[in-house]
């Protein structure tokens, strides 16, 4: 077979890339390789200098070149020394693919979607693990569902069927998706009799409302008649019901995780975001506990993905002095925590967001503030005095012109770019306040599937006026001062797929394809381009988390992260976006997950 033939060289890429390139010699004695398409400009940079190129070059960590094969090997002469004296080039075979959902034989291209591929803007890592290894609740369609999951676990597990002490955690219940849209009862668990008596906690599927069995009621003794920033649901007759919303939830004795539990947490959400092609992710509210967690696992190994933390603590009082600043911190420089997450309201789907008005199918109620201004005013003032880049959960339009007022306060005359303050989810939002967070420079950090999760309830809470300002990514992206629109999933309130966000910020569709509006979408003058989809989870996330010299584009000089996708995202029919498998995770130049 001659040595030039398109077998020896697809036999050489898997080889080298597989076996010498990644699990083969130290980091140190690793060669340079190039990655390249074999369809021309495949590769999807997310760097306006060069948008999509045929190869790229990898010296060890970092992206050494970018551009067509002829270039990047003429110009690698350059870079070689005598430790390295060749230049490995892989490719991909153009006729080993079949492409699913397409008829015959496709080449396949490949796409590299930045080196933050993808970065995850906004989720909660050790809830998702625990939820995926507790009791997963999403996709009950009613509350006899969520008892029969409940029953399943049980049974499933020796240790909680034989020990009724025992807690038993779960996440993902809706009523808003319920024959009966009404919230559930302590009692409900009691018609279960394998059940009966046991303690357990149920956190809704946005986090903000648990709901607790009898035995958990009995634990917790005489409840308080009021909580600020929190609501305890009580019956006709002013007994509590065994839901907990916001800030009342802290009054429920359930005990953290144990070091163990975070590992096996952790373990599992690494997993999972491997698969997906997540390389970083943005941690919204990681407590004193679990940074320290991530502080020790960093210091003895390496994180096997990239950790952007918010420091967070359930607190009026000023708490930055509590928390370590880590910047790079740890073996290979994956873990960083200089910013804070603060809390203003609750969320739609329980009715807490925090609303000018109230609301249309409950007049009764205008949602909830969980802070009093002044003190988060004060809190945000501080943490800005002491260097921390503040990002503030905002879901109401009254919680987001609360904050808008205090960082135009505060924030005058300060340098935007170096601080970079952020509203988390900017979900409900007056036309007037759309147009001042983006003359502000504040970044909207949105996720694109909370809004084809809410568009079938949202606007019956909201009304056709208010609606016109939620969820609104286009018009987020056009009056930003620099186009930055952070996505992210809030997983595991949502899936923890990226492409699950791409595909609801440009369709505004269900993963069916459904929406009230139909095929077109929900309110599709908000739709995103594919572009400004895939930008929103590389570089405009990293971005915000100060990461854009280092990771979210594929440019010279930057981190070799990216993800190879078994079809083009950018081209492909948008009915065929979720049936694209990642083919391989590569962090620092390595292949963290799949092969190519």
């Given at each position: 077979m001659s040595a030039d033939s398109p077998k020896t060289w697809m036999a050489l890429a898997v080889a080298l890339v597989l076996g010498a390139v990644f699990?083969?010699?130290?980091?140190?004695?690793?060669?340079?390789?190039?990655?390249?398409?074999?369809?021309?400009e495949a590769i999807h940079t997310v760097d306006p200098a060069h948008p999509t190129v045929q190869c790229i070059l990898v010296r060890d960590t970092h992206i050494a070149d970018v551009g067509s094969l002829v270039d990047i090997t003429t110009r690698s002469r350059r870079l070689l020394d005598v430790w390295r004296p060749s230049l490995d080039v892989s490719f991909i075979d153009p006729t080993s693919i079949i492409v699913p959902g397409l008829a015959g034989t496709t080449p396949?291209?490949?796409i590299i979607t930045t080196n933050h591929s993808f970065v995850d803007a906004h989720a909660h890592i050790l809830s998702y693990g625990s939820v995926k290894l507790n009791v997963d609740l999403s996709g009950c369609a009613s509350k006899q569902e969520v008892l029969e999951r409940l029953v399943d676990f049980v049974k499933a597990r020796p240790d909680i069927l034989n020990d009724p002490s025992k807690w038993i955690q779960g996440m993902g219940w809706d009523h808003n998706v319920w024959a009966v849209r009404e919230y559930p009862h302590a009692d409900d668990f009691d018609a279960e009799s394998l059940l009966r008596g046991r303690r357990i906690y149920l956190d809704r599927i946005d986090g903000h409302a648990a709901w607790v069995s009898r035995r958990v009621l009995q634990l917790m003794g005489e409840l308080p008649d009021t909580v600020d920033g929190g609501e305890i649901i009580r019956d006709s007759s002013a007994n509590p019901t065994g839901i907990f919303v916001d800030n009342a939830m802290s009054l429920i004795p359930l005990p953290p995780p144990s070091k163990a539990d975070m590992l096996r947490y952790f373990d599992r959400t690494v997993k999972d975001a491997l698969a997906v092609g997540l390389t970083s992710i943005h941690d919204a509210a990681t407590e004193p506990a679990a940074v320290e967690f991530y502080r020790q696992y960093a210091e003895s190994k390496k994180l096997p993905l990239r950790l952007y933390l918010m420091g967070h603590l359930d607190s009026v009082e000023y708490w930055g002095d509590k928390l370590p600043r880590l910047v790079g911190y740890g073996v290979e420089e994956r873990l960083s925590l200089r910013s804070v997450k603060l809390f203003t309201d609750g969320a739609l789907g329980s009715s807490g967001a925090a609303l000018l008005e109230p609301y249309s199918d409950n007049p009764s109620t205008s949602g909830i503030m969980r802070i009093q201004e002044g003190i988060l005013s004060d809190l945000i003032r501080r943490f800005h005095a002491d260097g921390w880049q503040v990002n503030v959960h905002c879901i109401g339009d009254r919680a987001n012109r609360v904050v808008l007022d205090i960082f135009e306060d505060v924030f005058t005359g300060a340098n935007m770019s170096e601080t970079r303050p952020r509203i988390e989810h900017a979900q409900i939002m007056t036309p007037e306040d759309l147009e001042r967070m983006g003359r502000l420079g504040v970044i909207p950090s949105v996720q694109p599937t909370h809004a084809t999760s809410d568009m079938w309830y949202a606007e019956q809470r909201l009304g056709p006026e208010r609606i016109l300002g939620a969820y609104a990514y286009r018009t987020m992206i056009q009056m930003s001062r620099n186009q930055v629109l952070p996505l992210g999933s809030d997983f595991p309130v949502e899936g923890i797929n990226p492409l699950l966000g791409f595909y609801a910020a440009i369709t505004r569709l269900s993963a069916?394809?459904?929406?009230?509006?139909?095929?077109q979408g929900w309110y599709p003058e908000q739709r995103l381009t594919r572009v400004q989809a895939l930008k929103g989870m590389t570089l405009d996330a990293a971005?915000?988390?100060?990461?854009?010299?280092?990771?979210?584009?594929?440019?010279?000089g930057k981190k070799a992260d990216f993800v190879v996708l078994n079809r083009d995202i950018m081209t492909v029919p948008e009915s065929e976006i979720l049936g694209t498998k990642v083919l391989a995770t590569v962090i620092d130049g390595e292949v963290v997950y799949g092969t190519l």
């Open positions: 699990h083969g010699p130290p980091r140190s004695s690793i060669p340079d390789y190039a990655v390249c398409s074999p369809t021309g396949l291209r490949l069916s394809g459904q929406s009230p509006h139909g095929p971005y915000a988390s100060f990461s854009e010299s280092v990771t979210g584009s594929l440019t010279v």
